[in-house]
């Protein structure tokens, strides 16, 4: 499977594309100069699509305030409150910025409710609304709010009014769910055409509240499916889940070597193990130091454990011909015999390839090279501290930048990387998603050496890279979910995580 998997059956439009705030300017000209609908028209209709959701929600509509920018998001707030005074409703306007510096778009909204008599504030009222608008600020919005806005917001926050932002909270950036330094939280965001990064990424999605996408016809024909960002659904999660044929046997669904632990340190070799188990893996062997045999061998019974006391190439290029899969890293520590091992693996195995923890740092202290990759299925997966050390790139621009800086390594590398976060993005140079299962319950050690485990069992039984890490972070993330309804945020070890997964295997199953 290749990109289909992220389109409905027939070629139709993408299953839920995010696009970031350049992508959406590009389809918004792209529709108006090649498709030739006004931007005019695409104004009223993301007003009447904002409407008809409030009034499909039965929200109390008794007293609303529209709070306005000056450029075209401020411009989608005349148009709702026109429309809202044409419904009898009792609306305030209030224009939050400079009218003298107003966009052509929100001079035309502007006139047409003037002409409905309806008058336009200056200062924000308590007394006002019950329900706030949010179209103060909106996709373009690309700088630090003034203190005067800042200012604005933190006292609509403390209000705790119920707010529908237009499009995107104001104070958010779409891209990134960065904060311009402050954002009014919404418990409702009525988004246009498609959503948008920064409504999911932290610390954006905190303001967002529930997310309404409306179609608006903004055609997407102009953007290049392998420069977006999708969200799978559940059913196209399903359709990646590798077959369990009745006539099989351990060897049809792969060998996998577990490169895992250092002395004293078995816990993430067992976790890597187990979790390859219960992801459908035929064969699991651990490679680990020969002090962990006896704890592996009584955690972990149905699996091989080859040990040694130093680094014995030979021994190593056994078990790597012997492998269709292979993980490094997840405990085995950043020693000498550590790093002899990275270097085997990388040079003399072109088997489907894991690199986790312990791994991603020892690719950070020898310099990634792009040749070390080259031809071959590789698995990265770091979070945003272990990325900044491979690249030397500071954290902050990951977390700023994280879409577009990930698209250029991946594409520069030509790996599958799985960038670890609260919402965690897999991609590869043809394909990127972000995915929504997972909570805070599995912040705790462990957690990533069992992913290690789920990807290889994936790519062992001959998954695509890209395909293994969208589905293998897709059920880690929908387990620790499980998990949680069970112990709650607190309380998940990483044995209910464990078995979390196998509950999420079976589900799946019979489905």
């Known amino acids: 499977m290749l990109l289909h998997v992220l389109f409905y059956e027939g070629g139709e439009e993408p299953v839920r594309m995010l696009l970031t705030k350049e992508q959406m300017k590009q389809a918004d000209a792209y529709t108006i ?11 009223e209709r993301a007003a009447f699509a904002f409407v008809e959701a409030l009034l499909k929600r039965k929200t109390d509509l008794s007293k609303v305030c529209v709070l306005c920018g000056t450029g075209n998001n401020g411009g989608d707030g005349l148009a709702i409150a026109r429309i809202l005074k044409e419904r009898n409703v009792d609306v305030t306007v209030v224009v939050t910025g400079d009218q003298k510096k107003g966009s052509p778009l929100f001079f035309w909204e502007m006139q047409r409710l003037l002409e409905r008599g309806c008058r336009m504030e200056k200062e924000y009222r308590e007394e006002d609304g019950d329900l706030l608008v949010d ?10 709010l003034s203190p005067r806005d800042q200012e604005l917001i933190r006292r609509l926050n403390a209000l705790k009014k119920e ?27 009525v988004t246009f055409q ?64 577990l490169i895992a632990g250092s002395r004293g340190m078995a816990g993430a070799a067992y976790l890597s193990g187990q979790a390859a188990y219960l992801s459908g893996a035929g064969m699991v062997r651990i490679y680990t130091p020969a002090e962990n045999r006896v704890i592996l061998q009584t955690l972990l019974p149905q699996a091989m454990v080859s040990e040694y006391e130093s680094f014995d190439r030979n021994q190593l290029l ?29 040079k003399e195995s072109g088997l489907p390839c894991v690199i986790d923890a312990d791994g991603l740092n020892l690719l950070a202290q020898r310099k990634l090279k792009r040749k070390q ?9 770091p979070h945003i501290g272990e990325m900044s ?115 999420v295997w079976k589900e799946e199953e019979e489905r």
């Not at 492998?323 to 002899?340: E, K, N, R």
């Open 163 to 189: 707010v529908w932002a237009v499009d995107v909270p104001s104070g958010v950036c779409v891209s990134t769910g960065k904060i311009y330094g402050e954002a009014l939280k919404a418990q409702v965001t």
């Open 194 to 257: 498609v959503e948008k990064p920064g409504l999911f990424l932290f610390p954006g999605k905190q303001y967002a509240g529930e997310i309404l996408c409306r179609d608006i016809g903004i055609s997407l024909d102009g953007v290049q499916e392998k420069d977006a960002c999708f969200l799978l659904e559940q059913e196209e999660y399903r359709q990646l889940l590798p077959l369990r044929k009745e006539d099989s046997h351990k060897g049809t669904y792969g060998k996998i070597l």
């Open 135 to 144: 179209a103060m600020f909106g996709v373009g919005l690309s700088r630090e």
């Open 318 to 346: 056994e078990l790597l011909n012997w492998a269709d899969a292979v993980t490094i890293g997840p405990g085995m520590g950043t020693g000498a015999d550590a790093d002899q091992i990275l270097e085997t693996v990388l």
């Open 389 to 503: 050390r491979l690249l030397q790139c500071p954290a902050e621009r990951w977390k700023e930048e994280r879409i577009e800086v990930l698209r250029e390594f991946v594409r520069d590398y030509q790996v599958t990387c799985i960038l670890k976060d609260a919402r965690t993005l897999v991609a590869d140079e043809r394909r990127m998603a972000l995915n929504l299962t997972g909570n805070q319950s599995v912040a705790k050690a462990g957690s990533g050496d069992i992913l290690s485990g789920i990807l290889t069992a994936l790519l062992a039984q001959g998954m695509d890279p890209w395909e293994a890490g969208a589905l293998g972070v897709w059920l880690h993330g929908r387990a620790a979910d499980l998990a949680r309804e069970q112990k709650g945020s607190y309380s998940v070890l990483e044995k209910d995580f464990l078995e979390s997964l196998g509950r």
């Open 33 to 43: 100069s090649q498709k030739g609908i006004p931007a005019e028209t695409l104004m």
């Open 373 to 381: 990759f080259l031809g071959r299925a590789v698995i990265l997966t």
